[in-house]
């Protein structure tokens, strides 16, 4: 795979590369540059060529190898029942805490946070209460967990939306953390609808650990939501998986969905068992790229930007970017009308994150290289 191969977005309806001038590189929304695995190509091209789309009874063996994945990965057991998809993992939250809570019922989440945690519970008549992150000298974030636990307990909180890996920030908790996590949310009752859609995405090492893995008595309260789409490039065919293994909570979901949402569309189902049953060769080459970038932005963003200071994502292909020191009220607004680059805004990660700005580099490095050229200039010739 050439992950250096520049490919015109343009003409393909992207959400990404058409909201924006020509003259602007778009550095935004979460999808990746990169052309997805040839197994999906082909897995599509032999549907497509059968050249009749029904209504779909099955699901393509697509469970099966779900299920093997979650047994090889994380060595966590779920079943057939346990599982059903959803057209997007937003989708699936959204859901879930209509399943869960009802309106005027509180549900938190740690900031910065990713946009549709403020829109969802809203959008369900809910209390939306924010859980600032701790942030060090190094721009590390960590849980905050004593403001957490007060947090719970003075709203009588019903739901937390988890994030692992975390977005914008790009942390992957580790097991002492989730743990105690655990503890506090088992400790006052409250649900987790568990959203880990950048689980496949990890650097050095790390190793993602599904919460709702942890113990039986947190799967009894967990929505877990995966999904192909950012690891395969592929969210554009809106497919993803649901994990409940409470038997009550599954019926509270197929109850709030049923009429209202349905399954993926079997082009998406077919992209989804191709990638997970044969991507692995293409998600390791993806990885090793991604990751150089990672640190080729590292490196540059400290000798080149000003003022700028860049979390190390251990997670993701999106970096967070701090630019209180640069003196720039809205860095998103400076960086889009004098660099030309679009990067996202800050603001909608949380009100108090105005002067921060989050980048994507799941592009090829010369789009990078442009980026930053582009952005230094602006910087010193302000």
């Known amino acids: 795979m050439d992950f ?18 020509q ?18 190509l082909k897995a599509l ?12 009874l099955a699901t393509f063996g697509l469970k099966e190898v779900f299920i093997e994945r979650m047994q090889n990965l994380y060595a966590w057991q779920v079943t057939d029942p346990q599982l059903s998809f ?19 019922d509180s549900v938190i989440f740690f900031t910065p946070a990713y946009p549709p945690f403020f829109s969802g519970p809203k959008s369900a008549g809910l209390n939306v209460i924010e859980c600032p992150m701790l942030e060090d000298s190094e721009s590390n974030y960590s849980i905050d967990f004593d403001l957490f636990e007060h947090l719970i307990v003075e709203h009588h909180v019903k739901a937390y939306i988890h994030c692992d890996p975390q977005n914008p920030t790009g942390r992957a908790f580790c097991r002492a953390e989730l743990e105690k996590l655990a503890g506090i949310l088992l400790r006052h009752r409250v649900f987790t609808c568990s959203d880990e859609i950048h689980c496949d995405i990890v650097y050095d090492g790390c190793q993602h650990i599904p919460i709702a893995s942890l113990s039986r008595e947190v799967s009894d309260t967990t929505l877990s939501f ?7 490039n592929i969210a554009g065919l809106y497919a993803s998986v649901a994990i409940i293994q409470n038997e009550t909570l599954a019926k509270r979901f197929t109850d709030v969905r049923s009429g209202l949402v349905g399954s993926p569309s079997s ?14 060769e293409w998600l390791d080459e993806c990885l090793i790229y991604l990751q150089a970038n990672r640190n080729w ?3 540059n963003i400290q000798a080149r930007l000003s003022g700028v200071k860049a979390t190390r994502p251990e997670a993701t292909f999106l970096m967070w970017l701090d630019c209180r020191q640069t003196g720039l009220e809205s860095p998103y607004k400076f960086f889009l009308d004098k660099a030309k680059v679009a990067l996202n805004d800050g603001l909608t990660f949380g009100e108090q994150y105005s002067q921060f700005t989050r980048l994507n580099f799941g592009t090829p490095r010369a789009n990078l290289e442009t980026a930053l050229n582009a952005m230094e200039r602006a910087l010193k010739e302000r």
């Open 4 to 21: 250096d191969r520049i490919i015109d977005r343009r003409s393909t309806e992207s959400l990404r590369w058409q909201i924006y001038p």
């Open 297 to 299: 932005l590292l490196e």
């Open 267 to 280: 082009l998406a189902l077919t992209a989804a068992k191709a990638a997970y049953k044969d991507g692995a």
């Open 226 to 232: 995966l999904a192909p789409s950012k690891t395969f």
């Open 86 to 104: 959803v057209p997007g993992v937003v989708t699936g939250f959204n859901l879930a805490l209509r399943a869960l809570c009802q309106p005027g």
């Open 45 to 56: 091209h032999e549907r497509v060529d059968h050249g009749i789309f029904g209504y779909d």
């Open 23 to 40: 003259d602007v590189l778009p550095l935004w929304v979460a999808d990746m540059d990169f052309e997805s695995p040839a197994c999906v």
